[in-house]
């Protein structure tokens, strides 16, 4: 029971794979989670939230937001009317990690997203591309409903691939935030206690952001490997690293905008209206 890692997959056909070569000594079960609504997010949360809760499910030792999801010359939008980039990639991961808390392991759980150096205007890596080589581009979030709403680089002002790469990298900026926000606003989050920071004793909770621009497109489920067995490693990241920030396996530090607090709190803030989060749908006191 200790053991079983829960899946949470669309079709995820790379993971399916992995897992069908693995050893039948480690168990798993499957979800399959649609980001592109917060419906579904809400139904496939409440299903994990009630397993863990009658013990057929083992607490969640370690929440991997993992999918991601990227255009390019087109543009879509979600059940929700909102940017599908900016849900796919943030929002739907916001919801679903503040419903999840009330499952998560309480002494040794971990949150991981994956990020992207595109959340990062002036990374080099995204030279080769030139998507922000224009000074219009340096600031990713001005205001949330630009992102949400699509309405920044969008499909109909630039109508080349450029546009999809920026608001793929706004959302990983977001999830980012995200992370950021939470670890320094609430006491032990992942205990679900939601005391302020300023209000309460610092607790046990950990999160782990890992961006990977080292990544070879050619092998990416080795290669997201070596990143998840890295935030496991409590030597030399600690038992309890708090919102630390990996490039591949080196720890370092987001954009000047992620670490930005004051557009943190907008976009937590703004994410509650979004998402309409409502009473009783997170264990996290004082979210609002
Ligand atoms: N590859 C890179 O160079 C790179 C670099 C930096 C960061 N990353 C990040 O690393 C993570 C994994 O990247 P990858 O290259 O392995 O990506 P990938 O092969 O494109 O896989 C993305 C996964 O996200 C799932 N997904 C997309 N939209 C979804 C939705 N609406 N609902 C549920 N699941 C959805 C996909 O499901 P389906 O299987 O159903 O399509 C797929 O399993 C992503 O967060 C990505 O942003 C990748």
């Given at each position: 029971m200790e053991s079983t890692p829960l899946v949470i997959l669309s079709t995820a056909s790379k993971l399916q794979d992995a897992l069908a070569g693995a050893s039948s000594e480690h168990q798993h079960d499957e979800y399959s989670l649609d980001l592109s609504s917060l419906a579904n997010v809400r139904l496939v949360a409440n299903t994990i939230n009630m397993r863990v809760a009658d013990g057929s499910l083992p607490p969640i030792r370690a929440l991997v937001l993992n999918a991601g999801y990227q255009e390019h010359t087109e543009q879509y939008f979600s059940?929700?009317?909102?940017d599908m980039s900016v849900q796919c990639n943030y929002l739907s991961h916001w919801l679903l990690t503040l419903m999840l808390l009330q499952s998560m392991d309480k002494q040794r759980g971990r949150i991981l997203v994956l990020g992207s150096?595109?959340?990062?205007?002036?990374?080099?890596?995204n030279d080769s591309v030139?998507?922000?080589?224009?000074?219009?581009?340096?600031?990713?979030?001005?205001?949330?409903h630009g992102l949400a709403k699509g309405t920044w680089s969008s499909a109909r002002d630039d109508s080349s691939f450029k546009a999809g790469f920026r608001r793929y990298g706004a959302g990983k900026l977001c999830e980012i935030m995200m992370m950021r926000h939470a670890e320094r606003t609430y006491a032990s989050w992942i205990e679900g206690f939601g005391g302020r920071r300023d209000s309460r004793a610092a607790g046990s909770s950990s999160s782990i952001t890992a961006?990977?621009?080292?990544?070879?497109?050619?092998?990416n489920v080795k290669v997201c490997g070596r990143c998840s067995s890295r935030i496991f490693d409590?030597?030399?990241?600690?038992e309890m690293p708090k919102a630390l920030y990996l490039n591949g396996t080196d720890v370092t530090q987001p954009s000047p905008e992620a670490r930005d607090m004051v557009k943190q709190g907008m976009l937590w803030r703004d994410s509650i209206t979004y998402a309409n989060l409502q009473q009783g749908e997170t264990t996290l006191s004082d979210w609002d």
């Open positions: 059940e929700d009317s909102l150096s595109t959340h990062d205007p002036n990374h080099p890596a030139g998507m922000f080589k224009d000074k219009q581009w340096k600031i990713l979030l001005h205001d949330t961006d990977e621009s080292k990544w070879g497109n050619s092998d409590s030597k030399s990241l600690g």
